[in-house]
């Protein structure tokens, strides 16, 4: 069967370390891979895309890895803040299915304390 | 300022009643999606249309209809709301290609008692 599965539930760190975040898939064949954050009582909010052929992408202090042989992505937070703190998607597009449909991981609740 | 309006924030409707959840974009995107989010179980697509005057189920579509008359309007409607509707339901959209993200609403609170 198809999963996509987000390391723990929760994950705290410390302010000022690196945040890693990780997804797996099974069964997919990803044409991308997107990764959002969603707040309490919000909608989740887009972060960054990353393509089937990328390997790696940055985005200020956020940066996202694809490994297409490991079938997994990893989301790198840097120099982590309190206002980090929130619910990380991954979502991934299949490339056989409809074409902008995406499936999304369960999230990663992440805390940052001072 | 650009992006997605859901009506009503939050609703408790009595079971057997009919609903519709309304959802509005102005950034003239083509596709627009109906998810679910549950605890425990994510985000889950329920109905989805890639362009106006077309829609596809998704993966948990019983009991939800949507209609996709124009490009900016995508409601969904609960013919007979059941407890186990009970969720919090967001509306999105995105581009045809997705390459630009989905863009979210702030969601519907929906109760059904």
């Known amino acids: 069967s198809q999963k996509i599965e987000q390391n723990s539930e929760a994950l705290n760190i410390q302010e000022g370390k690196t945040a890693t975040l990780t997804c797996n898939y099974t069964n997919y064949s990803p044409a991308y891979l997107q990764w959002y954050r969603q707040d309490p009582g919000r909608g989740p909010v887009f972060l960054l895309l990353?393509?089937?052929?990328?390997k790696e992408k940055r985005k200020e202090r956020l940066k996202v890895t694809f490994d297409t042989t490991l079938k997994q992505s990893l989301f790198h937070i840097t120099a982590s803040q309190p206002a980090d703190s929130a619910t990380y998607l991954c979502a991934l597009r299949d490339r056989g299915s409809t074409l902008g449909r995406l499936y999304f991981g369960r999230g990663t609740q992440l805390t940052v304390w001072p | 300022i650009a992006g997605i309006t859901q009506a009503p924030t939050s609703q408790i409707l009595a079971a057997g009643r009919r609903m519709t959840l309304r959802c509005t974009q102005d950034m003239r995107h083509n596709a627009m999606y109906w998810y679910r989010q549950d605890l425990g179980l994510g985000l889950r697509l329920i109905h989805y249309?890639?362009?106006?005057?077309?829609?596809g189920k998704g993966e948990v579509p019983d009991g939800y209809s949507v209609s996709r008359a124009n490009t900016d309007d995508f409601p969904l409607t609960l013919a007979s709301a059941v407890p186990s509707q009970t969720s919090v339901y967001f509306c999105a959209s995105s581009d045809s290609r997705g390459w630009g993200g989905y863009t979210f609403g702030s969601g519907t609170r929906l109760t059904v008692v």
């Open positions: 990353i393509r089937e052929n990328e």
């Open positions: 249309s890639n362009t106006a005057g077309t829609t």
